[in-house]
C-alpha cells in the first residue's frame, strides 16, 4: 500500500514537471503557414437518389460543380516566388510553449479598425456573417495570419491586426468590399477575361444531398444568361472564382448550365461548406463597409516591459510559494507543487487553443493565481481547525475539504458567471480578461480540489502524519 503511494506520488511530480517542460519548450515543431495543393474540379452531371440525371422543367440537365481546395492561386504564387519556410534550432516553437501564446494590440502592438455597414435598416445574420468572412479571407491573404476579425453588435465589425504600424495604409488595403467574378483560365493558370460578375450572384448557401454535404449556387436573370453562356463556351475548360484576384474555386465545365443553378459538392465538412459559401456570398455583399474607426496602437509594455513584467511575476509566485511553505508546511509545499502544476496546465492551454493573450488578460491569469492560492488557504484552515481539535490527521482532511467545498464552489462560480456576462456583452480586451480569468478559476478549481487532495492524501498514507506538519499546535 505504501509502495502504491509512493508511485502515485512520483506520478503526480512527474506530470507536473513534464507540464512546466511543455510549457517552456513545448512539443514537437509549430510548422510555418503552407499552401495545400488543389484537387482536380469539374462541373458534372446532377443526378438523384436511384441514379437518375436530373433535369429542370424545360428538360435540361442540372449541373454540379465539384470544388478544389481554395487558395490554389495563393499556392502558386508563393511558388513562383520561391518562398520557403524553415525552423533553425534556435527559432524553434513547439506545441503548447509559452513562445507559442498570440499576445494582443496591447502587447505586441498593432492596428484596429471598426467598420459599419452602410445599409437602411439592420443587415441579416447571414449578410453580416458573409461580411466578417470577407474581411478574414481578406487579411488572411494579405498576410496577416494573427488577425482577428470579429462582429461588434448588429452592424459593426472590428479587425484587429498586431504588429502592423500604419493604421491608414491598412484600412486602404483591406477596406473595399470584395469584388467576386467567375473568370476563364489561361492556360499558364492566371485569371483571364470576367464571364459573370459577382454582383449577379443570387445567393449561395449549404445544403445536404445523397447523404453529402453541397454547396449551392443560384444566379439572377442576367447572370443565369451570362452563366449559361460561360460553361457553354468553355466545356472542357476550368471557370476560375476569384475573391479579387485570389482564387477560391475552379471546377471543370462538362456541360453547359442553362437555368442558372450550380450545385458545388466534394469532400466537404458542413463547416467548410458554410465558408466556401459565405465566402461567395461576401462577393455580392448587398451593403458597403464604412471604417468608422481605425488607429495604431503602440505596444504598452513592449518587449522588454513585457520581460520585466514577467520577471516581476515570477517574484511574485515565488513569494507566494514561500508563505505558503512557512504558513502550512507540508500541505504548503503541496500547494506549491499545485500551483506550479496550474501555471503549467495554463500556459498549455492557451497556447494550443490560440487565446490571445492581452494586458487585461494577464490581469486575469494573475487573479487567478490568487484565487488558487485562496481556495487552498481556504482549505488549510478548515484542516487546521479539525486538527486543533482533536481530529486525526486523516479525518481533518476530509473534514477540511468538506467543510470548504461550498465556500469555494460559491466564489468561484459567481466569478464565473460574471465572466460569462462579460464574454458574452464585452468586446476587444474586455473579453480578453474574460476568457483568461474563466480558464483561470476552473483549472484553479481543478488543482486546489483535486489535485492538492490526491497529494495530502498520498503523503498520509505513506506515513507523515504529524499533526505540527499539517499546521497543528
Known amino acids: 500500500m505504501k509502495g502504491k503511494n509512493v508511485f502515485i506520488l512520483l ?30 474540379a469539374q462541373f458534372e452531371l446532377m443526378t438523384d437518389e436511384n441514379g437518375e ?22 499556392e502558386g504564387e508563393t511558388a513562383a516566388e520561391g518562398e520557403t519556410s524553415e525552423t533553425t534550432t534556435e527559432e524553434r516553437i513547439g506545441y503548447g510553449s509559452y513562445k507559442n501564446i498570440k499576445q494582443g494590440l496591447d502587447l505586441k502592438g498593432g492596428v484596429y479598425i471598426v467598420y459599419e455597414a452602410e445599409k437602411e435598416g439592420t443587415p441579416s445574420a447571414e449578410e453580416m456573417d458573409a461580411a466578417v468572412s470577407m474581411l478574414q479571407q481578406r487579411v488572411d491573404y494579405k498576410g496577416y495570419y494573427d488577425a482577428e476579425v470579429s462582429q461588434e453588435g448588429d452592424k459593426r465589425i472590428r479587425v484587429e491586426i498586431p504588429g502592423v504600424e500604419d493604421a491608414a495604409a491598412v484600412v486602404e488595403e483591406i477596406g473595399e468590399a470584395a469584388h467576386l467574378t467567375f473568370r476563364a483560365m489561361n492556360d499558364d ?34 447572370g443565369a444568361s451570362a452563366f449559361a453562356e460561360a460553361t457553354a463556351n468553355n466545356i472542357g475548360n476550368q471557370i476560375g472564382i476569384y475573391m479579387d484576384d485570389m482564387l ?14 450550380a450545385i458545388i459538392t466534394g469532400d466537404f465538412t458542413a463547416e467548410e461548406a458554410e465558408d466556401l459559401a459565405a465566402k461567395i456570398r461576401a462577393g455580392s455583399l448587398p451593403f458597403s463597409l464604412k471604417a468608422l474607426e481605425y488607429n495604431a496602437v503602440g505596444a504598452r509594455l513592449g ?30 509545499l503541496l500547494a506549491d507543487i499545485a500551483l506550479v502544476a496550474y501555471t503549467g496546465i495554463n500556459i498549455v492551454v492557451m497556447s494550443l487553443f490560440g487565446i490571445t493573450l492581452t494586458l487585461p488578460g494577464v490581469a486575469g491569469l494573475i487573479l487567478g493565481i490568487g484565487m488558487a492560492v ?4 481556504i482549505i488549510f484552515e478548515r484542516i487546521k481547525e479539525e486538527i486543533n ?67 495530502l492524501y498520498t503523503c498520509v498514507n505513506i506515513g507523515v502524519k504529524s499533526p505540527k506538519l499539517y499546521g497543528g499546535k
Do not use: H
Request: net charge negative.
Open 11 to 40: 506520478l503526480v511530480l512527474a506530470v507536473t514537471a513534464g507540464l512546466v517542460a511543455v510549457a517552456v519548450l513545448g512539443v514537437g515543431n509549430v510548422p510555418g503557414t503552407n499552401s495545400s495543393s488543389a484537387d482536380d
Open 53 to 74: 440525371i436530373v433535369t429542370d422543367e424545360n428538360g435540361s440537365a442540372q449541373i454540379v460543380a465539384i470544388a478544389t481546395t481554395e487558395a490554389a492561386a495563393a
Open 189 to 222: 493558370g492566371t485569371p483571364g477575361d470576367i464571364l459573370v460578375d459577382g454582383a449577379n450572384v443570387a445567393d449561395a448557401g449549404k445544403a445536404y444531398q445523397n447523404n453529402a454535404v453541397v454547396v449551392t449556387l443560384s444566379f439572377d436573370s442576367e
Open 248 to 261: 477560391i474555386s475552379a471546377p471543370t465545365v462538362n456541360a453547359s448550365i442553362t437555368d442558372g443553378n
Open 303 to 332: 518587449a522588454d516591459s513585457l520581460s520585466t513584467s514577467v520577471k516581476a511575476g515570477a517574484i511574485g509566485v515565488a513569494l507566494v510559494l514561500l508563505f505558503m511553505l512557512l504558513r502550512y508546511r507540508v500541505p504548503g
Open 374 to 377: 485562496d481556495a487552498n488557504v
Open 389 to 455: 481539535s482533536g481530529k486525526s490527521v486523516k479525518t481533518a482532511i476530509t473534514n477540511g475539504f468538506s467543510k470548504a467545498l461550498s465556500a469555494i464552489l460559491d466564489g468561484n462560480i459567481t466569478t464565473l458567471i460574471a465572466c460569462g456576462v462579460l464574454l458574452w456583452l464585452g468586446t476587444g480586451p474586455i473579453k480578453g480578461f474574460a476568457q483568461t480569468l474563466i480558464l483561470s478559476i476552473v483549472v484553479s478549481m481543478f488543482t486546489a480540489l483535486v489535485v492538492t487532495r490526491i497529494l
